[in-house]
């Protein structure tokens, strides 16, 4: 199947493939973005497992590595779409934050959290701050410079991060 842009999508096309009507969505989802994004979610989180592998590194490098190749895989388009279209859109905008990002930035920072606890990160270190520094240039490669980052490139960022994060 053909990856369709979000402008290309509409509620009636959800609807009729899902089986049920427009007014079945919207009382479910507040808008055609919400109910796209929320089906993109669903698709790639299994992709993405925030699982705490026991270590910092091996936490991050995991984390690049799947990330990268979501980009470079059939979900990489729509979360391009979803990103063009959210820099003109305040709908696309707060359904993209609320139902993709804000909730992967909470799972990500929670697993830093028990880091942070565990010793393994230290307590003051800004977990946004690593969380940007270590998605940022993916997105970057895949949305500006038009390039899917490899599983080479991820490893490196990851290790780059690391290394910042060393004492």
Not at 41 to 51: H, K
Not at 58 to 84: C, E, H, I, K, Y
Request: proline share 6%; hydrophobic share 45%.
């Amino acid at each position: 199947m053909e990856t369709q842009t979000l402008q290309q999508i509409t509620a009636k096309a959800i609807a009729e493939r899902a089986g049920t009507s427009k007014a079945t969505l919207y009382r479910w989802w507040p808008n055609k973005s919400a109910v796209v994004i929320d089906a993109f979610r669903q698709m790639v989180v299994p992709e993405l497992p925030l699982r705490d592998t026991g270590s910092l590194a091996g936490d991050l490098t995991a984390q690049t590595r799947n990330f990268a190749r979501v980009l470079a895989g059939p979900g990489g388009g729509m979360l391009r779409s979803f990103v063009v279209a959210a820099r003109s859109d305040p709908e696309v905008a707060a359904a993209f934050r609320s139902i993709w990002s804000d909730p992967r930035r909470r799972e990500a920072k929670a697993i830093l959290r028990r880091k942070q606890a565990t010793g393994q990160l230290r307590k003051d270190a800004n977990l946004d701050l690593i969380l940007d520094s270590l998605y940022g240039p993916l997105y970057y490669r895949f949305l500006v410079k038009n390039e899917p980052p490899t599983q080479k490139y991820a490893e490196a960022l990851a290790a780059l991060v690391i290394q910042g994060l060393n004492p």
